[in-house]
């Protein structure tokens, strides 16, 4: 199955950009359904965005039209462009993936649909 290792985090200030990849080996993403998820400290794990098979994309209300997931099938790399970040986006984020039939889009914001996640990078907004 896919191995996956993001890059990317760092700290920025209110209002500013990053953009995190998530570089797949052992298996061709396209193959999955994906996800970017995040972890802020004493917080639960929440979906921030995804992109099923076809490439049909979900994202939470909170960063509906401040982040944009997609996916560049060429270099099997997952990626999440942030604008306009808040000091509420800090938290340790973490891309994943599975394949399993029958997910529907609509649950593909749920943690507990991935069975493979990468180890996680931190961002960091400053106020």
């Known amino acids: 199955q896919v191995q996956l290792v993001e890059s990317g985090g760092g700290s920025v200030q209110t209002g500013g950009s990053l953009r995190l990849s998530c570089v797949g080996s052992?298996?061709?993403?396209?193959?999955?359904?994906m996800g970017w998820f995040r972890q802020a400290p004493g917080k639960e794990r929440e979906g921030v965005a995804s992109?099923?098979?076809?490439?049909?994309?979900d994202y939470a209300p909170s960063v509906k039209g401040r982040f944009t997931i997609s996916r560049e099938h060429a270099e099997n790399t997952l990626y999440l462009q942030m604008n306009s970040l808040k000091p509420e986006d800090t938290a340790i984020y973490y891309c994943?993936?599975?394949?399993?039939?029958?997910?529907?889009?609509?649950?593909?914001?749920?943690?507990?649909?991935?069975?493979?996640w990468g180890q996680g990078t931190q961002v960091t907004v400053s106020s």
């Open positions: 992109i099923a098979r076809y490439d049909n994309t």
């Open positions: 994943a993936a599975d394949r399993r039939s029958g997910t529907p889009i609509t649950q593909l914001l749920w943690a507990n649909k991935y069975g493979v």
């Open positions: 052992g298996d061709r993403i396209s193959n999955y359904y």
